[in-house]
């Protein structure tokens, strides 16, 4: 099958186009014929840092959509034909005699990972799905605790993780603030639902936030960039608030102003499961995608895919991602994606 293969860490051009063989359908397993395959921020972290199992070669890519080839004897909730989307593989574990990634024609995963594709999404959207979903729904309903009638503000609003956030949090029946860097980014949010748009270029977020909230700051705060980002929210969340990150908390935190405000700090990382190999929560994040599924049928929730590239253009994929400021997702195009 066709592949781009990690060959050792380093900079984009250490991905490589080539062959590899075919994994093989465990008792438990799906084949999946991969369609399209999302890119992720944490990709091109894996591939500069290292991977969480082994070492290169191996395929990354930690989300995908595609159509179910074999199952295995124990598999009982989809058979050959149906179109699934997922979340697994990319971080270099082996699954069915191969490294399980989604920068290829087919991968291996458990059925519990797996969810029916959004009838309403081509392969295409629906690879660019899985991650963002599931760190968005994690983040704000599992670490916040998220509550209809909330103020809650969304870091970097018209990013992957952020634009289904905001779609999630308005459906909970929560006021939304977001930042943003440009009037572009600033109309496409305010079309996803944003009640407040900060372009963080003109204004100071945590003085827009306590004007916005009349002093008490945020009920909650989401924080998809970090560093500084994380900080200008100690004082903008309100006594007794939440924080939740999805970045390393800074090491200069002013813990002694948390501790005061009795806030809540919660950091998230949606691929815990999957590293300390925890079926049943695996199996939780697969329940995650079936009901957006759902919502995105009802035309309730929508994902943007901003760009798409061909897999051999997998390097040029991560490029981008580390040149910073993407609006919603980057997709690689693997097969027909109107199969």
Not at 10 to 22: C, I, W
Not at 84 to 103: F, H, I, K, P, W
Not at 132 to 153: C, H, M, N, P
Not at 253 to 277: C, F, G, H, Y
């Amino acid at each position: 099958m066709r592949a781009v293969m990690m060959n050792t860490t380093g900079e984009a051009d250490v991905l490589t186009p080539g062959e590899t063989t075919l994994p093989t359908c465990g008792p438990d397993d799906l084949l999946i014929r991969i369609m399209a395959a999302g890119v992720n921020p944490v990709d091109t972290k894996l591939r500069s840092r290292g991977l969480y199992f082994g070492s290169a070669p191996a395929i990354l890519g930690c989300d995908g959509a595609g159509i179910v080839e074999a199952t295995g004897e124990n598999v009982s909730r989809f058979e050959p034909g149906d179109a699934v989307y997922y979340c697994y593989g990319g971080l270099g574990q082996q699954r069915g005699g191969q490294s399980a990634g989604n920068y290829a024609e087919y991968i291996a995963i458990p059925e519990i990972c797996a969810a029916q594709k959004p009838d309403c999404l081509d392969f295409t959207d629906a690879a660019g799905a899985p991650l963002v979903l599931i760190t968005a729904w994690e983040s704000l309903f599992d670490r916040a605790r998220l509550q209809a009638g909330q103020k809650i503000y969304i870091g970097a609003g018209a990013g992957g993780v952020g634009h289904v956030a905001i779609q999630l949090a308005k459906l909970a029946g929560c006021s939304v603030a977001t930042s943003v860097s440009s009037d572009e980014k600033a109309e496409f949010v305010r079309q996803l639902g944003a009640d407040l748009i900060i372009n963080y270029r003109e204004q100071q977020v945590t003085e827009a936030l306590l004007a916005w909230t009349d002093g008490t700051g945020v009920d909650v705060a989401f924080d998809t960039v970090g560093g500084q980002s994380f900080n200008q929210l100690v004082t903008a969340t309100r006594v007794y608030g939440d924080i939740v990150t999805i970045l390393q908390v800074p090491e200069d935190t002013d813990w002694k102003t948390i501790r005061m405000r009795n806030i809540r700090v919660s950091q998230e990382l949606m691929l815990t499961p999957a590293v300390m190999q925890m079926d049943e929560a695996l199996a939780y994040q697969g329940d995650i995608l079936e009901q957006c599924a759902q919502l995105f049928d009802e035309r309730k929730l929508s994902v943007f895919v901003s760009e798409t590239l061909p897999l051999e253009q997998a390097a040029k994929a991560h490029q981008l991602i580390e040149a910073g400021s993407m609006t919603g997702k980057l997709v690689l195009e693997i097969g027909d994606s109107d199969a």
